[in-house]
């Protein structure tokens, strides 16, 4: 039960951190609406055609993994500010296995993925 607890709080708290950045909230909803639409529209307009395809039903795969990518750039920076400020080491110490630490965070940050 103490495991599934740590895993739900280490969850929790990437949405909680997620939420409250508002720069990144903005910038993971505008930057592929800004390839599809803005980029999408004048290649459309230049009659740039990929076999069957327009531009942007061929950029649209592209734009979920990079998006995926940032997401996973930001994991990787938030658990180095985690280290630097002392809270892995807090986290470490939590009677929970370090596998659990890893599936909250996550779990967290796929969930921020996908919002």
Known sequence: MTEIRG???LWL???KRYLRDRARIISSFFQPLLWLVIFGSGMRFSGT???S?????????????????FTSMFM????IWDREFGFLKEILVAPISRFSVFLGKMLGDSTDAVI
């Open 7 to 9: 895993i739900y709080t």
């Open 13 to 15: 708290r990437e949405i």
């Open 49 to 51: 055609m990929i076999g």
């Open 53 to 69: 395809l327009t531009y942007q039903q061929y950029i649209f795969p592209g734009i979920i993994g990079q998006t995926l990518l």
């Open 76 to 79: 990787g920076i938030s658990v």
